[in-house]
Protein backbone atom coordinates (compact mmCIF):
# COMPACT_ATOMS: atom_id res chain seq x y z
CA UNK A 1 0.00 0.00 0.00
CA UNK A 2 1.55 3.62 -1.02
CA UNK A 3 1.30 5.61 2.35
CA UNK A 4 1.68 8.89 1.44
CA UNK A 5 3.43 11.43 3.78
CA UNK A 6 3.19 14.92 5.27
CA UNK A 7 5.53 17.57 6.00
CA UNK A 8 3.33 18.97 8.66
CA UNK A 9 0.42 17.22 9.88
CA UNK A 10 -2.79 19.84 9.60
CA UNK A 11 -5.70 17.93 11.36
CA UNK A 12 -7.63 21.04 11.89
CA UNK A 13 -7.16 24.63 10.05
CA UNK A 14 -8.68 27.78 9.71
CA UNK A 15 -8.07 29.42 6.44
CA UNK A 16 -8.20 33.16 5.92
CA UNK A 17 -9.74 36.09 8.19
CA UNK A 18 -13.11 35.24 10.46
CA UNK A 19 -15.24 35.13 7.51
CA UNK A 20 -13.22 32.43 5.68
CA UNK A 21 -13.59 28.76 6.58
CA UNK A 22 -12.21 25.51 8.68
CA UNK A 23 -10.55 23.22 6.87
CA UNK A 24 -10.52 19.55 7.98
CA UNK A 25 -7.87 16.57 7.18
CA UNK A 26 -10.48 13.80 6.43
CA UNK A 27 -8.99 10.73 8.68
CA UNK A 28 -11.69 8.54 7.14
CA UNK A 29 -9.73 8.39 4.09
CA UNK A 30 -6.29 7.75 6.29
CA UNK A 31 -3.82 6.45 5.74
CA UNK A 32 -4.26 5.71 1.36
CA UNK A 33 -5.33 9.42 0.65
CA UNK A 34 -4.70 12.78 2.11
CA UNK A 35 -7.46 14.61 1.55
CA UNK A 36 -9.64 17.71 3.05
CA UNK A 37 -13.25 18.98 3.80
CA UNK A 38 -14.10 22.23 3.55
CA UNK A 39 -16.34 23.73 6.01
CA UNK A 40 -18.64 26.43 5.63
CA UNK A 41 -21.17 25.86 7.73
CA UNK A 42 -21.90 24.21 11.31
CA UNK A 43 -23.85 21.15 9.59
CA UNK A 44 -20.94 20.70 7.79
CA UNK A 45 -18.62 20.66 11.07
CA UNK A 46 -21.11 18.14 12.49
CA UNK A 47 -21.03 15.59 10.01
CA UNK A 48 -17.30 15.95 10.12
CA UNK A 49 -17.26 15.23 13.86
CA UNK A 50 -19.95 12.85 14.06
CA UNK A 51 -18.50 10.70 11.26
CA UNK A 52 -14.99 11.03 12.50
CA UNK A 53 -13.42 12.66 9.82
CA UNK A 54 -12.01 14.91 12.68
CA UNK A 55 -11.72 12.81 15.93
CA UNK A 56 -9.82 12.74 19.09
CA UNK A 57 -10.55 14.37 22.44
CA UNK A 58 -9.01 17.64 22.23
CA UNK A 59 -8.71 17.94 17.95
CA UNK A 60 -12.87 17.63 18.68
CA UNK A 61 -12.87 20.69 20.96
CA UNK A 62 -11.02 22.62 18.51
CA UNK A 63 -13.10 21.99 15.32
CA UNK A 64 -16.08 22.64 17.55
CA UNK A 65 -14.19 26.26 18.36
CA UNK A 66 -14.03 27.07 14.95
CA UNK A 67 -17.11 25.54 14.44
CA UNK A 68 -18.61 28.54 16.79
CA UNK A 69 -16.83 31.00 14.13
CA UNK A 70 -18.84 29.62 11.33
CA UNK A 71 -22.02 30.22 13.07
CA UNK A 72 -21.73 33.79 13.99
CA UNK A 73 -20.97 34.28 10.04
CA UNK A 74 -23.79 32.44 9.42
CA UNK A 75 -25.67 34.78 11.98
CA UNK A 76 -24.92 37.56 10.75
CA UNK A 77 -26.65 37.11 7.17
CA UNK A 78 -30.04 36.36 8.76
CA UNK A 79 -32.26 39.65 8.86
CA UNK A 80 -33.08 39.13 12.25
CA UNK A 81 -32.91 41.32 15.14
CA UNK A 82 -29.92 40.28 17.56
CA UNK A 83 -32.03 38.45 20.07
CA UNK A 84 -32.72 35.81 17.60
CA UNK A 85 -29.34 35.83 15.94
CA UNK A 86 -27.97 35.15 19.86
CA UNK A 87 -30.69 32.30 19.65
CA UNK A 88 -29.73 31.20 16.67
CA UNK A 89 -25.97 31.16 17.70
CA UNK A 90 -26.50 29.08 20.94
CA UNK A 91 -28.64 26.40 18.68
CA UNK A 92 -25.64 26.17 16.97
CA UNK A 93 -23.27 25.52 19.81
CA UNK A 94 -25.81 23.02 21.10
CA UNK A 95 -25.68 21.39 18.11
CA UNK A 96 -21.50 21.28 17.69
CA UNK A 97 -21.60 20.34 21.73
CA UNK A 98 -24.12 17.81 21.46
CA UNK A 99 -22.56 15.87 18.10
CA UNK A 100 -20.40 13.23 20.01
CA UNK A 101 -21.25 12.73 23.57
CA UNK A 102 -18.31 10.92 25.25
CA UNK A 103 -15.00 13.45 25.04
CA UNK A 104 -15.69 16.39 27.32
CA UNK A 105 -13.09 18.70 25.50
CA UNK A 106 -15.76 19.63 22.81
CA UNK A 107 -18.56 20.84 25.41
CA UNK A 108 -15.56 22.46 27.21
CA UNK A 109 -14.62 24.23 24.44
CA UNK A 110 -17.91 25.14 23.07
CA UNK A 111 -18.69 26.92 26.46
CA UNK A 112 -15.54 28.85 26.24
CA UNK A 113 -16.69 30.41 23.38
CA UNK A 114 -20.50 30.67 24.86
CA UNK A 115 -19.06 32.89 27.83
CA UNK A 116 -17.16 35.04 25.41
CA UNK A 117 -20.39 35.69 23.42
CA UNK A 118 -22.09 35.77 26.64
CA UNK A 119 -19.81 38.48 27.88
CA UNK A 120 -20.55 40.54 24.32
CA UNK A 121 -23.60 41.45 25.85
CA UNK A 122 -27.35 41.75 24.36
CA UNK A 123 -26.76 43.71 21.10
CA UNK A 124 -23.20 42.99 20.00
CA UNK A 125 -21.30 44.23 16.70
CA UNK A 126 -21.13 40.19 15.58
CA UNK A 127 -18.81 41.03 12.91
CA UNK A 128 -16.25 42.39 15.97
CA UNK A 129 -17.35 38.98 17.93
CA UNK A 130 -16.99 36.83 15.17
CA UNK A 131 -13.00 38.19 15.32
CA UNK A 132 -12.67 37.58 18.80
CA UNK A 133 -14.09 33.95 18.25
CA UNK A 134 -11.69 33.08 15.78
CA UNK A 135 -8.92 34.72 18.11
CA UNK A 136 -10.28 32.07 21.13
CA UNK A 137 -10.51 29.09 18.90
CA UNK A 138 -6.86 29.58 17.55
CA UNK A 139 -6.43 30.25 21.69
CA UNK A 140 -7.59 26.94 22.06
CA UNK A 141 -5.88 25.11 19.31
CA UNK A 142 -2.57 26.75 20.14
CA UNK A 143 -2.67 26.32 24.06
CA UNK A 144 -3.65 22.63 23.23
CA UNK A 145 -0.10 22.34 21.61
CA UNK A 146 1.46 23.39 24.40
CA UNK A 147 -0.36 20.86 26.97
CA UNK A 148 0.91 18.06 24.47
CA UNK A 149 4.49 19.18 24.79
CA UNK A 150 4.33 19.47 28.66
CA UNK A 151 2.20 15.68 28.90
CA UNK A 152 5.14 14.78 26.24
CA UNK A 153 8.23 15.64 28.98
CA UNK A 154 6.24 14.44 31.96
CA UNK A 155 5.62 11.18 30.56
CA UNK A 156 8.93 10.50 28.76
CA UNK A 157 10.45 11.18 32.17
CA UNK A 158 8.28 8.25 33.72
CA UNK A 159 8.46 6.28 30.26
CA UNK A 160 10.05 2.62 31.51
CA UNK A 161 12.43 0.54 29.38
CA UNK A 162 10.86 -1.76 27.04
CA UNK A 163 8.56 -1.71 23.91
CA UNK A 164 5.37 0.11 24.24
CA UNK A 165 1.69 -0.78 23.39
CA UNK A 166 -0.91 2.17 22.36
CA UNK A 167 -4.72 1.60 21.60
CA UNK A 168 -6.54 3.73 19.34
CA UNK A 169 -4.87 7.30 18.17
CA UNK A 170 -3.93 10.27 20.79
CA UNK A 171 -0.97 12.12 18.11
CA UNK A 172 -1.23 15.18 16.02
CA UNK A 173 -4.25 13.68 14.68
CA UNK A 174 -6.19 14.16 17.53
CA UNK A 175 -5.19 16.89 19.30
CA UNK A 176 -3.95 20.39 18.49
CA UNK A 177 -0.05 19.15 18.78
CA UNK A 178 2.18 16.24 18.97
CA UNK A 179 -0.40 14.52 21.25
CA UNK A 180 -1.30 13.07 24.35
CA UNK A 181 -0.13 9.26 24.45
CA UNK A 182 1.80 9.33 21.16
CA UNK A 183 3.09 12.92 22.26
CA UNK A 184 4.59 10.84 25.39
CA UNK A 185 5.96 8.09 23.03
CA UNK A 186 7.26 10.74 20.23
CA UNK A 187 8.91 13.16 22.92
CA UNK A 188 10.65 9.87 24.31
CA UNK A 189 12.24 8.88 20.92
CA UNK A 190 12.98 12.77 19.94
CA UNK A 191 15.09 12.29 23.70
CA UNK A 192 17.20 9.28 21.92
CA UNK A 193 15.04 6.50 23.65
CA UNK A 194 14.37 3.82 21.54
CA UNK A 195 12.07 0.90 21.24
CA UNK A 196 9.16 -0.43 19.20
CA UNK A 197 5.83 0.49 18.82
CA UNK A 198 3.03 -1.70 19.07
CA UNK A 199 -0.21 -0.57 18.25
CA UNK A 200 -3.51 -2.34 18.62
CA UNK A 201 -5.27 -2.01 15.29
CA UNK A 202 -8.55 -0.82 17.33
CA UNK A 203 -11.63 -2.42 16.32
CA UNK A 204 -13.90 -1.19 14.74
CA UNK A 205 -12.50 1.60 12.83
CA UNK A 206 -8.85 0.74 13.24
CA UNK A 207 -7.83 4.13 14.39
CA UNK A 208 -4.55 2.53 15.38
CA UNK A 209 -3.82 0.77 12.41
CA UNK A 210 -4.76 3.33 9.91
CA UNK A 211 -3.81 6.47 12.27
CA UNK A 212 -1.14 6.05 14.64
CA UNK A 213 1.01 3.60 12.48
CA UNK A 214 0.76 6.41 9.99
CA UNK A 215 1.71 8.96 12.51
CA UNK A 216 4.89 6.78 13.33
CA UNK A 217 5.41 5.96 10.11
CA UNK A 218 6.02 9.39 9.25
CA UNK A 219 8.20 9.76 12.36
CA UNK A 220 9.87 7.28 11.81
CA UNK A 221 9.95 5.16 14.28
CA UNK A 222 9.11 1.78 13.71
CA UNK A 223 5.35 0.28 14.71
CA UNK A 224 3.96 -3.02 14.48
CA UNK A 225 0.10 -2.84 14.27
CA UNK A 226 -2.04 -6.19 15.80
CA UNK A 227 -5.37 -7.52 16.52
CA UNK A 228 -6.70 -6.51 19.53
CA UNK A 229 -7.43 -9.81 20.59
CA UNK A 230 -3.50 -10.49 20.69
CA UNK A 231 -2.63 -7.79 23.17
CA UNK A 232 -2.91 -11.07 26.09
CA UNK A 233 -0.18 -13.05 23.91
CA UNK A 234 1.54 -9.94 23.55
CA UNK A 235 1.91 -8.81 27.13
CA UNK A 236 2.84 -12.23 28.18
CA UNK A 237 5.88 -12.41 25.86
CA UNK A 238 7.61 -10.05 28.26
CA UNK A 239 8.43 -7.52 25.70
CA UNK A 240 6.34 -4.63 26.55
CA UNK A 241 7.57 -2.37 29.19
CA UNK A 242 4.20 -0.30 29.52
CA UNK A 243 0.97 0.49 28.51
CA UNK A 244 0.25 3.83 27.35
CA UNK A 245 -3.49 5.18 25.88
CA UNK A 246 -5.35 8.59 26.08
CA UNK A 247 -8.69 10.08 27.47
CA UNK A 248 -12.08 11.27 26.53
CA UNK A 249 -13.12 11.72 29.68
CA UNK A 250 -11.42 11.47 33.27
CA UNK A 251 -13.90 11.80 36.68
CA UNK A 252 -13.19 13.32 40.13
CA UNK A 253 -12.32 10.19 41.20
CA UNK A 254 -9.95 9.12 38.06
CA UNK A 255 -12.24 6.86 36.52
CA UNK A 256 -11.29 7.20 32.73
CA UNK A 257 -13.24 6.75 29.23
CA UNK A 258 -11.13 6.03 26.12
CA UNK A 259 -11.73 4.44 23.32
CA UNK A 260 -13.53 0.62 23.49
CA UNK A 261 -11.24 -2.02 24.32
CA UNK A 262 -9.17 0.41 26.89
CA UNK A 263 -10.49 -1.16 29.86
CA UNK A 264 -10.03 -4.38 28.72
CA UNK A 265 -5.86 -3.75 27.96
CA UNK A 266 -5.39 -2.28 31.71
CA UNK A 267 -7.15 -5.69 33.29
CA UNK A 268 -4.62 -7.66 30.81
CA UNK A 269 -1.89 -5.14 31.68
CA UNK A 270 -2.62 -5.83 35.63
CA UNK A 271 -2.81 -9.02 34.98
CA UNK A 272 0.67 -9.13 33.71
CA UNK A 273 2.09 -6.79 36.11
CA UNK A 274 3.02 -3.70 33.35
CA UNK A 275 2.63 -0.14 34.30
CA UNK A 276 -1.08 1.42 32.46
CA UNK A 277 -0.24 5.16 31.66
CA UNK A 278 -2.83 7.34 30.82
CA UNK A 279 -2.31 10.76 29.48
CA UNK A 280 -4.63 13.61 29.11
CA UNK A 281 -4.70 17.35 29.24
CA UNK A 282 -6.68 19.03 32.33
CA UNK A 283 -9.39 19.93 29.60
CA UNK A 284 -10.11 16.13 29.28
CA UNK A 285 -11.07 16.04 33.37
CA UNK A 286 -14.70 16.37 34.07
CA UNK A 287 -14.73 17.29 37.92
CA UNK A 288 -18.54 17.28 37.86
CA UNK A 289 -18.70 13.65 37.66
CA UNK A 290 -17.66 11.84 40.56
CA UNK A 291 -17.39 7.96 38.72
CA UNK A 292 -16.93 6.88 35.64
CA UNK A 293 -20.73 5.58 36.10
CA UNK A 294 -21.70 9.02 34.93
CA UNK A 295 -19.94 9.29 31.62
CA UNK A 296 -22.43 8.82 29.07
CA UNK A 297 -20.91 6.73 26.27
CA UNK A 298 -21.24 7.16 22.25
CA UNK A 299 -23.69 4.52 21.11
CA UNK A 300 -22.71 3.99 17.25
CA UNK A 301 -24.23 2.31 14.28
CA UNK A 302 -24.39 -1.55 14.41
CA UNK A 303 -23.11 -1.59 10.74
CA UNK A 304 -19.83 -0.01 11.40
CA UNK A 305 -19.62 -4.16 13.00
CA UNK A 306 -21.68 -5.67 10.57
CA UNK A 307 -20.25 -4.17 7.49
CA UNK A 308 -16.86 -2.81 8.49
CA UNK A 309 -16.08 -0.53 5.69
CA UNK A 310 -18.85 -1.40 3.44
CA UNK A 311 -18.10 -5.15 3.46
CA UNK A 312 -20.80 -7.42 5.15
CA UNK A 313 -19.21 -9.58 7.52
CA UNK A 314 -21.90 -11.14 9.48
CA UNK A 315 -25.02 -13.00 8.68
CA UNK A 316 -27.89 -10.80 7.53
CA UNK A 317 -29.36 -11.16 10.83
CA UNK A 318 -27.20 -10.79 13.05
CA UNK A 319 -27.33 -7.74 15.42
CA UNK A 320 -24.08 -5.42 16.40
CA UNK A 321 -23.16 -3.97 19.81
CA UNK A 322 -21.35 -0.95 19.09
CA UNK A 323 -19.79 1.29 22.28
CA UNK A 324 -17.25 3.76 21.07
CA UNK A 325 -15.93 3.91 24.15
CA UNK A 326 -15.52 2.41 27.47
CA UNK A 327 -14.35 2.94 31.21
CA UNK A 328 -11.19 1.44 33.12
CA UNK A 329 -11.70 1.78 36.70
CA UNK A 330 -8.75 4.09 38.48
CA UNK A 331 -7.38 1.50 40.64
CA UNK A 332 -6.32 -0.46 37.41
CA UNK A 333 -4.27 2.93 36.12
CA UNK A 334 -0.72 3.20 37.38
CA UNK A 335 -0.22 6.91 36.71
CA UNK A 336 -2.01 9.81 35.10
CA UNK A 337 -0.12 12.27 32.92
CA UNK A 338 -1.18 15.79 32.95
CA UNK A 339 0.59 19.06 31.63
CA UNK A 340 0.20 19.92 35.03
CA UNK A 341 2.45 17.19 36.72
CA UNK A 342 1.57 13.05 37.06
CA UNK A 343 -1.34 11.51 39.36
CA UNK A 344 0.08 8.34 40.83
CA UNK A 345 -2.14 6.57 42.95
CA UNK A 346 -5.31 7.40 41.57
CA UNK A 347 -7.83 8.75 43.60
CA UNK A 348 -10.52 11.63 44.00
CA UNK A 349 -7.20 13.15 46.55
CA UNK A 350 -4.39 12.54 43.81
CA UNK A 351 -6.50 13.93 41.62
CA UNK A 352 -8.10 17.75 43.04
CA UNK A 353 -4.24 17.73 44.30
CA UNK A 354 -2.80 17.91 40.99
CA UNK A 355 -6.33 19.41 38.64
CA UNK A 356 -8.34 21.51 40.88
CA UNK A 357 -6.39 24.16 41.24
O1 LIG B 1 -13.61 7.72 18.49
P1 LIG B 1 -12.31 8.47 18.51
O2 LIG B 1 -11.38 8.06 17.45
O3 LIG B 1 -12.54 9.95 18.58
O4 LIG B 1 -11.65 8.05 19.90
C1 LIG B 1 -10.47 8.70 20.30
C2 LIG B 1 -9.89 8.18 21.55
O5 LIG B 1 -10.45 7.34 22.22
C3 LIG B 1 -8.60 8.79 22.01
O6 LIG B 1 -7.85 7.88 22.74
C4 LIG B 1 -8.91 10.01 22.91
O7 LIG B 1 -9.82 10.86 22.31
C5 LIG B 1 -7.69 10.75 23.26
S1 LIG B 1 -7.01 11.63 21.88
C6 LIG B 1 -5.69 12.53 22.46
Redesign the pocket.
Known sequence: MNTPLLNEINTVCWRGNSDGHLEILDQTQLPTQITHVVCKDVPTVVEAIQS?RV??????GIAGAYGMVLAIHQAIHLEESSEKKIAYIQQRAEDLATS?PT?VNLRWAIQRIESLILNAGKNPDFLELSKAVLDEAKCIQKEDQRLCEKIGEYGASILPDGDILT????GAL??GGI???LGVIVTAWEQGRRFHVFADETRP?L?GARLTAWELTQRKIPVTVLADAAAAHLLKTGLIGCCI????RITANGDTA??IG?YGLALLAKAHNIPFFVA?PST?FDLTLQTGDEIPIEERDENEILQPFGFQSTPATARGFNP??DVTPADLITAIITERGIIKNVTIDTVAAVISN
Open positions: LRGAPAIRAHCNTATGTALQVGADNKTATAF
